[in-house]
């Protein structure tokens, strides 16, 4: 099965941008729909956005629409959210998350493959 690791977490300012990036090993990326979530402090993980395996069908949370982009590159193996405008209640550990059994899901259920997060930090 695949193995992922993400990167390009940190500490920012209100108003300032991220990209955050997920390599993906050890099988065809295509065969993976790929989604991030993330989890705040005492708070349950949540669904931040997801993308088909041809990157043709993408969704997001309400609160990140219009300001982060979710995005794939088969020839890296590697899919990216890119954060635009980021806000204090952004801050959190954030997950890229996999599965081969469908070619698109938004749900945590749907994904059994989890990289080990990256803190992402947005002070006011």
């Known amino acids: 099965q695949v193995q992922l690791v993400e990167s390009g977490g940190g500490l920012v300012q209100a108003g300032d941008s991220l990209r955050l990036s997920c390599v993906a090993s050890?099988?065809?990326?295509?065969?993976?729909?790929m989604g991030w979530f993330r989890q705040a402090p005492g708070k349950e993980r949540e669904f931040v956005a997801a993308i088909s395996r041809r990157g043709i069908t993408k969704s997001y949370q309400d609160s990140v629409k219009g300001r982060f982009t979710i995005s794939r590159d088969t020839a890296k193996n590697t899919v990216y959210l890119q954060m635009n405008s980021l806000k204090p209640e952004d801050t959190a550990v954030y997950y890229c998350?996999?599965?081969?059994?469908?070619?698109?899901?938004?749900?945590?259920?749907?994904?059994?493959?989890w990289g080990q997060g990256t803190q992402v930090t947005v002070s006011s």
């Open positions: 050890g099988r065809t990326f295509n065969d993976y729909a």
């Open positions: 998350a996999a599965e081969s059994r469908t070619d698109y899901c938004s749900g945590a259920g749907c994904y059994d493959i």
